[in-house]
């Protein structure tokens, strides 16, 4: 049976209990009390009734059963409703719904003498968005909306994962705020419909609003609303691929609202800016001014969850396109703490993030998952990304150990106009095809777009070490020389480590064994120092590997062993299969030396 109240459902035969589709998990005890009371929210309940329905042959005191209930109320506070629970003094416990709409004091709610519209206004500001969504339908129904309402409803329609119906109430919304002259707030709709419009890679119809949002701009010059509509064409110009445009776009909207108090656009402005400073090389400025922009929106108390999010994706996407693992993880998890805390649903893209700093880092399980999730939200509420989400499904596959079918999601990838590389391209190399991995490399460094220029340094690392590896050794030579000395430019872990594996591949061709064997052991450390696991688990194979070609079984066993124990928490047959053949290997040259 699955019950549902307010953002919430739970479904007690799967005892799985959700808040706008995100599992808020609750210890088995804990659950079970919940269930009671939903059931039984027709009355009080005694302290005893519940000891007895709950810890049945237990014996506990009442301090379990306000722990319990503190537990639930917290969880509660998720989606606003952590009032349902009442304590009825020197009686018990009641579960009430409709007493639960904010965080408010019960007292200066009101609830039975508010018109739907007020209740509406009320659950936003609570940010309890389900609620609100369907209050602001039923006032809708029965009442004129004002400009001001219909911009709740379809912020509250954002943040409760339906971005595709929100287009609609914006428009109704750009509209009465027109007609009743608040140009200001018809600006910043119409940039909210450009950017749900750019997301669906409707670029003419985002162009369109963004051109009625200037016009209005430029009759009431005020700074804030002046850098909301720069930092909007910033957008568009970096997806038609001028990030130099775009930058000094981004530039000029910080300038504009720089120490204006609009602290919102002031971090928008700022962390874009970084973003086109990455793009264009300039890896420094543009990571100390994201940085920068973090700290401005973590000062605000008027950070919209939609705005929020905007500029916690951007840091997150920045940081896993320049490879730089470690600040990914932290961002994500800084996200997903950030949509916790605004009763925000989790949107496509940020489980797409998220799967793929999992694929590099944790369960591969757990990525492949998240993954399949994104890809079934992404069609609605990101479309441009459904062919990176099938990049990153084939580098979780390929991990795993499933590689026809990574082949397939990276074809995938490349049919929809998103570039594979260097997922694909390590595949094949793997397979045995490193001409086809050559080829899809430098096909992939191809243009000036700002998908290629965001990635240059990765896609330049990991053609070094496929250069080396077809004995293309001058090439090679040149691409390591560029990333080396530019440590400004491209400091990230990742990518010194895929340089200091390509020098051990040129070192091998030299017939340099142990100078190849330490170059390898410094591109592992580099990639443990981001926590990097499944590269980690290939480089400790890759030096077992040498050191049983060199007679070194003890050495190697040492590295096989490490592998192993991590390539199991990963989830990867591939590595734990390549474990096993190696321990054979190992087991087959004693044999041999005993019988010699």
Known sequence: ????????????????????????????????????????????????????????????????????????????????????????????????????????????????????????????????????????????AAVELVGEDLHLWALALQCSGRADAAIPVFVRAVAKHASAGDERLAVSDAIALSDLYSERGQAAVAKGWLARAEDWASEIREPATTALVLWAKSKLAAFEGEPEEALSLADAAYAAVRHQGAITIEALSLVYRGFYRLCLGDTRAGLADQDHAAALALTSNDLDPVMGGILYCNILWASRMFGDWARA????????????????????????????????????????????????????????????????????????????????????????????????????LERGEAEAAHASL????????????????????????????????????????????????????????????????????????????????????????????????????????????SGDTRGAAAEIHAAEFIAGGLGSHKLQATCAALKRDIDARKATQALA
């Open 329 to 428: 993880d932290q961002w994500t998890l800084g996200y997903q703490k950030f949509c916790s805390g605004s009763g925000m649903e989790l949107t496509g893209s940020c489980q797409l993030h998220r799967s793929e700093v999992l694929g590099v880092r944790g369960s591969l399980g757990e990525a492949l998952s998240r993954i399949k999730d994104s890809l079934a939200r992404l069609s609605s509420d990101a479309p441009w990304s459904v062919g990176d989400a099938n990049r990153v499904l084939g580098d979780i596959l390929a991990a795993i150990g499933e590689d026809e079918a990574a082949l397939e999601a990276y074809d995938k990838a490349y049919s929809l106009g998103w570039c594979p590389e260097p997922g694909r391209a390590m595949l094949l």
């Open 442 to 549: 430098e096909r992939s460094l191809i243009g000036k777009s700002w998908w290629t220029l965001q990635r240059r340094g990765m896609l330049f690392a990991h053609l070094a070490l496929v250069a080396a590896h077809t004995g293309r050794h001058r090439q090679a030579l040149e691409l390591i020389d560029e990333l080396s000395g530019s440590p400004d430019r491209w400091p990230m872990p990742s990518i010194r480590a895929l340089t200091n594996e390509a020098r051990a591949q040129l070192a091998l061709a030299g017939g340099e064994h142990e100078a190849a064997i330490k170059l390898l052991h410094l591109a592992r450390q580099l990639w443990s120092s981001i926590e990097g696991q499944v590269q980690a688990v290939r480089l400790r194979l890759r030096i077992a590997r040498l050191q049983i070609e």
């Open 1 to 140: 049976m699955t019950l549902r109240f307010g953002p919430f459902q739970l479904d007690e035969a799967g005892r799985v209990f959700m808040c706008a589709r995100q599992e808020v998990p609750l210890q088995p005890r804990v659950f079970d009390l919940l269930v009671y009371l939903i059931r039984n929210q027709d009355r009080v309940v005694s302290k005893d009734e519940l000891l007895e329905a709950v810890w049945p042959s237990v014996t506990v005191t009442d301090n379990s059963l306000q722990r319990a209930v503190s537990t639930i109320r917290t969880a509660l506070r998720k989606g606003g409703m952590e009032s349902a629970i009442r304590n009825v003094p020197g009686k018990g416990y009641r579960f009430c719904t409709d007493s639960a709409r904010s965080t408010r004091n019960e007292e200066t709610l009101a609830h039975e003498d508010l018109d739907v519209r007020t209740q509406a206004r009320r659950a936003a500001d609570g940010r309890a968005w389900v609620e609100a969504v369907a209050l602001f339908e039923k006032a809708d």
